[in-house]
């Protein structure tokens, strides 16, 4: 049974797995979790913001297997921790779309257009699938949302055009595309209206469950 720990509102919020100095930093209402400060032992009060590492999850990870040996869902326990700390904590979870870690926790498959309830999850999550290219992304960047708390608000589920795609195209919906490939950091970078809907559904998750 899931305990829930949240009993007020509070306009904190937690981000776990974050880029050190990146989008999160320097917000007066979020405490930044980077790689040194081990987000893995984070313990609350807040709800939290999680951006679980997806190298070892993502659709790439058997290929990654193949050629660096990196086995397939080991993360050092950082997808478990960040599901936790969100089903504890209250807060949003997201990671690449066709996550290979939604099969292996037991979370229902997203849809676009409409937040689903995963009716057995103990902690009562909503699930969804957006594209970040509707928040800024250059690329299309598919990715699936894992929230608990109160109903969520309705999202932008468009698709706008991209500019580019990530890697190999897989969550960009391009194989051999003319488009061009998207640098490290553009990849990597969490658009600001997204980081801004992330928090404001980890704000609105307080408050559902004591």
Not at 49 to 55: D, I, L, R, T, Y
Not at 82 to 109: C, D, I, K, M, Q
Request: aromatic share 12%; proline share 8%; hydrophobic share 40%.
């Amino acid at each position: 049974m899931i305990r829930h720990k949240w009993r007020f509102r509070t306009e904190m919020v937690a981000a776990l797995y974050v880029e050190t100095n990146g989008a999160y930093y320097g917000l007066p209402d979020v405490d930044p979790w980077d790689i040194a400060r081990d987000a893995r032992t984070y313990d609350g009060p807040y709800p939290v913001v999680a951006h679980p590492p997806c190298s070892r999850w993502c659709q790439l990870a058997s290929v990654n297997h193949a050629r660096w040996g990196t086995p397939i869902g080991e993360d050092g326990g950082c997808f478990e921790a960040a599901l936790a700390a969100v089903r504890t904590y209250g807060g949003v979870l997201e990671h690449p779309a066709y996550s290979l870690a939604w099969p292996e926790f037991n979370l229902p498959v997203p849809a676009r257009g409409f937040w689903r309830q995963s009716l057995l999850d103990d902690a009562q999550g909503w699930v969804t699938e957006i594209s970040q290219s509707a928040y800024g992304h250059v690329a299309r960047k598919r990715t699936w949302l894992y929230m608990v708390g109160a109903e969520p608000v309705d999202l932008d589920w468009s698709e706008p055009p991209q500019e580019a795609h990530v890697g190999a195209g897989v969550n960009s919906g391009v194989w051999c595309s003319p488009l061009r490939r998207a640098t490290k950091t553009e990849a990597l970078a969490t658009p600001l209206a997204f980081r801004d809907l992330l928090l404001d559904l980890a704000r609105s998750s307080v408050g559902a469950h004591v």
